[in-house]
């Protein structure tokens, strides 16, 4: 059986171009997007981007690039089922830029008291 797994990562890459990346340039193609390793290692690892599952369709962008003039969500959080039914995260707009995302395990933040 499998333990808990939390990968935590600024991956460079976008899962998805359509949902994860925005830009007004026509070189949206050349945007990297993960690799087909690293989604076999997670099917098999039973990982899931937690952002996405928990919050669907919402963009979550966490990088802009000046250069390039886009949006993009290349910060991730990938966990196994069991730990995300765990979690919740604290959104503080759109684009995050320096303002990290919060990830807040359920429960896990009340004061423990002595007996």
């Given at each position: 059986e499998?333990?808990?797994?939390?990968?935590?990562?600024d991956f460079n890459a976008v899962v998805n171009l359509d949902?994860?990346?925005?830009?007004n340039k026509k070189n949206k193609n050349r945007r990297k997007?993960?690799?087909?390793?690293?989604f076999d290692m997670a099917h098999e690892l039973n990982l899931s981007d937690?952002?996405?599952?928990?919050?669907?369709?919402e963009s979550g962008y966490t990088f802009y690039s000046n250069p390039h003039q886009s949006l993009s969500r290349i910060d991730m959080i990938?966990?196994?089922?069991e730990l995300e039914n765990e979690v919740k995260y604290r959104?503080?707009?759109?684009?995050?830029?320096n303002n990290?995302?919060?990830l807040i395990w359920k429960g896990?933040?009340?004061?423990?008291t002595e007996d």
């Amino acid at each position: 059986e499998q333990e808990n797994i939390c990968l935590v990562e600024d991956f460079n890459a976008v899962v998805n171009l359509d949902r994860d990346y925005k830009s007004n340039k026509k070189n949206k193609n050349r945007r990297k997007i993960l690799s087909k390793t690293f989604f076999d290692m997670a099917h098999e690892l039973n990982l899931s981007d937690s952002w996405r599952e928990l919050n669907g369709e919402e963009s979550g962008y966490t990088f802009y690039s000046n250069p390039h003039q886009s949006l993009s969500r290349i910060d991730m959080i990938w966990m196994n089922k069991e730990l995300e039914n765990e979690v919740k995260y604290r959104n503080n707009g759109q684009y995050l830029g320096n303002n990290p995302r919060q990830l807040i395990w359920k429960g896990y933040n009340k004061k423990k008291t002595e007996d």
